[in-house]
């Protein structure tokens, strides 16, 4: 039974940082590609960043690119997202997914507010 529990949100003053984590079970996540999506109030799901298999190759959306780090914890089987330099604007659930499992986690909340 594959599952994908997310992790590490909160609250945090515009220009922190967070680490979010994402347990997987039932798959191995050096195996699959995986990545970060959010969804802010009102907004549609949106992608965030991608890694592959290998972890050899990563993509971010321009709203994250050089703020955002997108890894993967083999040793612990989760994938991780390192985000810095936090704007009003990253605020939403953020959500960790594979291509070839349809289902989404519970999600962890982010909220950025002073």
């Known amino acids: 039974q594959v599952q994908l529990v997310e992790s590490g949100g909160g609250l945090v003053q515009p220009g922190g940082s967070l680490r979010l984590s994402c347990a997987a079970s039932g798959f191995t996540v050096s195996n699959s590609a995986m990545s970060w999506y959010r969804q802010a109030p009102g907004k549609e799901r949106e992608l965030v960043a991608t890694i592959t298999s290998t972890g050899g190759s990563t993509s971010y959306a321009d709203s994250v690119k050089g703020r955002f780090t997108i890894s993967k914890d083999n040793a612990k089987n989760t994938l991780d997202l390192q985000m810095n330099s936090l704007k009003p604007e990253d605020t939403a659930v953020y959500y960790c997914?594979?291509?070839?499992?349809?289902?989404w986690g519970q999600g962890t909340q982010v909220t950025v507010a002073s």
């Open positions: 997914k594979v291509p070839w499992w349809a289902r």
